[in-house]
Nanobody, 127 residues
Framework: QVQLVESGGGLVQAGGSLRLSCEAS????????MAWFRQAPGKEREFVAG????????KYADSVKGRFTISGDSAKNTLYLQMNSLEPEDTADYYC????????????????????WGQGTQVTVSS
């Protein structure tokens, strides 16, 4: 069983930065692909960024490429999402997700491909 706890959300002005953290229980790094999703009010949950089990492959949604960076610290069992140049359209609840993955380079991008989810952290970007 994997438990995920997000932190780092908050209120920021457009153009600002935030770093989200996701602390995972158990030894997830090396065996689990991990990702960030977000869900804005009235919208479906969408993929933001993901990192493969070996850390060598990352994927980003087109809307965040060049602004967001996903990374992981295996020693701390923590996943990060550095968000720069934030826009009001980035306002959403952000969720950390994990799933056991046997292929080292695969990064799924659909919500139904992840079995474990955190409770979410809210990000609000004011204009």
């Amino acid at each position: 069983q994997v438990q995920l706890v997000e932190s780092g959300g908050g209120l920021v002005q457009a153009g600002g930065s935030l770093r989200l953290s996701c602390e995972a229980s158990g030894r997830t790094f090396g065996s689990y692909v991990m990702a960030w999703f977000r869900q804005a009010p009235g919208k479906e949950r969408e993929f933001v960024a993901g990192i493969s089990t070996n850390g060598q492959s990352t994927k980003y949604a087109d809307s965040v490429k060049g602004r967001f960076t996903i990374s992981g610290d295996s020693a701390k069992n923590t996943l990060y999402l550095q968000m720069n140049s934030l826009e009001p359209e980035d306002t959403a609840d952000y969720y950390c997700a994990a799933d056991w993955q046997s292929l080292p380079q695969v990064v799924p991008q659909r919500t139904n491909e992840y079995d474990y989810w955190g409770q979410g952290t809210q990000v609000t970007v004011s204009s």
